[in-house]
């Protein structure tokens, strides 16, 4: 008679889990390494933390060479190009950065009366920055965080300002644009602009009730008078505008001081109970 083997049940299901279980340290093993792997890619991507840069006037100092962001003047290049070059305290390396409606930044060189902004010639690899009294949409940039540097990027792109990429006019690095790369050239280390000298001048520091008068602020370079701040002591007794005016409101005396920056300057003010002549 033929015997018939039954095929061992058990013995199969066991090795079929033992399969199973070594798939499945494989897939986790293959996930590990795949988050690994995109751990390690992702600090060379475009960085994400957007900067909320108060209004005001900085240098911008690139951190691959230490060169200051400065712009040659309209007059003698028909673009104003931008370019970097060693610190000599000009008042093109001076930027002053606003904040636009739509969350962007607007750069504007004090140079030339600081009338012109940035604005690149083109969205393509290695346009050139230049600047115009005309805002378009290539006058808009984002300004984002990368470690302790910033990235300064054509709005809604991942094209960033660079320089060193080979592009010069008499002799200067030009300043242009090409993708993100997380390269030194393209990150810029971003200060508020250095104030040579601060004092306060007033036409009388004694002044009667009901009138008006100012604290003039004398600042060098002379665009950082629009970073001023004024504040007074006691506003009872003097309250005191945006621009330094004040009006005198009742007897006594109070302190007016001014603010740029870290930097205050004070001068005290009397105000006298006699008939006011304005």
Not at 34 to 59: H, K, N
Not at 200 to 206: C, G, I, P, R
Not at 213 to 219: K, R
Not at 252 to 257: E, I, L, Q, S
Request: net charge negative; aromatic share 8%.
């Amino acid at each position: 008679s033929t015997v018939v083997k039954l095929p061992n049940i058990a013995k199969e299901e066991s090795a079929l889990k033992g399969i199973l279980k070594t798939c499945a340290v494989l897939l986790v093993l293959a996930l590990l390494l795949l988050c690994a792997s995109a751990a390690v890619v992702a600090p060379l991507d475009a960085p994400t933390a957007v900067v909320d840069l108060a209004d005001g006037i900085y240098t911008l100092k690139n951190a691959a060479d230490g060169k200051y962001l400065n712009t040659f003047n309209i007059e003698y290049t028909s673009g104003g190009y931008a370019y970097t070059d060693a610190h000599g305290g000009e008042a093109g390396e001076h930027m002053r950065i606003t904040r636009a409606e739509d969350g962007s930044f607007l750069i504007y060189p004090q140079s030339e009366d600081g009338k012109y902004a940035f604005h690149a010639e083109s969205m393509d690899d290695n346009a050139r920055i230049c600047k115009s009294e005309t805002l378009t949409a290539l006058s808009s940039f984002d300004i984002i965080r990368d470690g302790n540097d910033y990235v300064i990027l054509l709005h809604g792109t991942e094209q960033a300002l660079g320089a060193g990429f080979g592009k010069t006019l008499y002799r200067k690095q030009l300043v242009t644009l090409r993708p993100y790369a997380g390269e030194d050239a393209q990150r810029w280390v971003i200060e508020p602009a250095a104030v040579a000298s601060f004092d306060l001048k007033t036409v009388a520091e004694k002044v009667n009730v009901n009138s008006v008068s100012a604290v003039y602020a004398l600042v060098t370079p002379s665009y950082m008078k629009e970073q001023v701040v004024w504040s007074s002591s006691d506003e009872s007794v003097v309250l005191v505008d945006d621009d330094g005016s004040f009006c005198a409101l009742a007897e006594g005396k109070t302190t007016v001081t001014a603010t740029i920056g870290e930097m205050s300057r004070s001068i005290e003010v009397e105000v006298v109970d006699a008939p006011a002549y304005t």
